[in-house]
């Protein structure tokens, strides 16, 4: 691990909500990853918190407030969300405890970024957080919280430059959308396009005002492996690195750009995904990994423990220890999955290199990196420092075996 702090944020209540049946998205998924990074006591390496529950507040300093009145009033009465919107939103049910279920993940993802801003770590975990696809008025894509929105906002008090990153097989729509026009944040989507939701992030997009060229959206087709996208993404993220000269990394982890996920197409191994954890965590930069997407739920446990580990510079063997949820991972029992021979690479070198080079010349037309006037820092909403709060919740053996 070096010298670098891994924070890592968890509630134990993560694994108790349920979006209904047939519904892919699973949150006991995270109790799963939680399971096997206690198995394999990647916890000894870290300081383990338990997050603060978000307020309608700390929500309202992006989402508007009569989407988070909404939310309340949906969770009580029981009213159907997509009916609050001209456009269905069926894939966002209302279910019991929806608006606690939001307040922890955006909790989780607030204080990762207040951890960063005190320096009371150099690496933050919340792999219950990536809800990437939540609007300012509109829940969309199983996201009702834009926690990563609301981290970024945070991050933005201490922090001139934000860079973030998204490695969901689907776009980052709602975070682009956030900070579209502004150069104080660069966003990078590389995700599936073409006739797969959100069906938003084209290669033209790229920003506007201010924000011109500081929107970066590469557009990848089905059976995306290891090989390419290693060979796309290391280039680009060199240069937008280089170039744009960030503060601190925030990277989504959606982990639905793996092989046999149920929704994405993609046909990532752990170790291809684990890779571009790796080339980012290299920079040195302080850095937030959440998580995101992600609905065989086996294969979430298994890459997001694996990331844990690679950010932890710990080697963890294949076999996977014994846990709560074993049967799941049955019938290998192993941590690494294999890829799916029967999925075609739709991505060609040609159409790779030319999404590469398209990609590069709008990077380098970036002017510089911002310029931004120091000014007095927004109070925090807590009047203790983030060591005083956490310390409160930090209790190890809630945690632990």
Known sequence: MGDRRVAYFYDENIGNFYYGQGHPMKPHRVRMTHQLILGYKLYRQMDVYRPHYATPEEMMQFHSPEHIKFLQRAELSGEKLFMHHERA????????????????????????????????ADICINWSGGFHHAKKGEASGFCYINDIVLAILELLKYHERVLYIDIDAHHGDGVEEAFYTTNRVMTVSFHKFGNFFPGTGDIKDCGASEGKYHCLNIPLKSGMTDECYERIFQPIMREVVYFYQPNVIVMQCGSDSLAHDKLGKFNLTLRGHGNCVKFMKGFGLPMMVVGGGGYTVANVARCWTYETSVLLEKEVPNELPFNDYYQYFGPSYNLHIDPDKTLENRNTRDYLETAMIRCLENIRRLEGAPSVQRQDVPPDFFPNDFTDRMEKRHNPTEFYE
């Open 89 to 120: 939103r069926e894939d966002c049910p209302v279910f019991e405890n929806m608006f606690e279920f939001s307040q922890i993940c955006a909790g989780a993802s607030i204080d990762c970024a207040m951890a960063l801003n005190q320096g009371e």
